[in-house]
C-alpha cells in the first residue's frame, strides 16, 4: 500500500514540477516527460514513450495533458492518469488565473515581452531536440515505410500546406494496413512452419 501511494506521489510531483517549469507547450514537456520517466524512473520503455506520444498528438487537447494522462495510465491505471492529469493541469490554471488579474501591467510591460521573446528561442531548441531524439527511434528500425511516412508527412505540412488532421489520418489508416499485412505474413509464415 505504502509502494502504491509513493508510486501516486511520485506521479504527481514529477508531473507538476514538469508542468510549472516548462515553457512552450506539449511538445517541450515530451522529452522532459520522457526523461523523467524513461531514463530516471525507468517505468516506460523508450519505443512505448514514442507510442504515447504519437497517441497524445493525435488525441483532441493539449498534448502535455494527453501524454501525462497517458503515461500515468501506463504507469498506475486510472487512479495514475486522474493524478498526472491533476498535477500537469494545476500549474497552468494557477499561472493563468494570476495573469487574468494583472493582465493589462503584463501586456504593456516591456521586461515580460522580452522574456516571452526569449523564450521562444528555447522552445524551438527543445522542439529541435524532440524531432532528432525522437526521429532516431523511426530510423532504427530499419523498416523503410516509417522513414517515408515520416519525410512524407514533413513535405505535406511544411510544403504544401496539408491540414495536420489529413496528414493524421492518413498516418493511421497507413500504419493500421502496414500492421496488419504484417500480422497476416507473420501468421502465414508460422501456418507454413507447421
Known sequence: MQQISHKYRTLFLSTLQLSACTF???FVI?????????????????QEMLDL?????????????NAS?????????LPGALVTAL???????AIISAISFFYRAFRDNPFVSMAMAGM?????????????????????QKRILPVLVLLGS???????????MWVILACGILGAADTLLRERKQGAGKGGAE
Request: hydrophobic share 55%; glycine share 12%; with cysteine.
Open 69 to 77: 494522462i497517458l503515461t500515468g495510465y501506463r504507469v498506475a491505471g
Open 30 to 46: 515530451i522529452p522532459l516527460m520522457r526523461k523523467k520517466f524513461v531514463e530516471e524512473l525507468g517505468w516506460i520503455e523508450e
Open 154 to 164: 514533413f513535405v505535406a505540412v511544411r510544403f504544401f500546406s496539408v491540414n495536420i
Open 87 to 93: 498535477g500537469t493541469v494545476l500549474p497552468p490554471l
Open 24 to 26: 512552450g507547450g506539449g
Open 120 to 140: 521562444l528561442a528555447g522552445v524551438a531548441a527543445v522542439i529541435c531536440d524532440v524531432v532528432i531524439t525522437m526521429g532516431k527511434a523511426v530510423f532504427q
Open 53 to 65: 506520444t504519437a497517441i497524445a498528438q493525435s488525441s483532441p487537447g493539449p498534448i502535455a495533458v
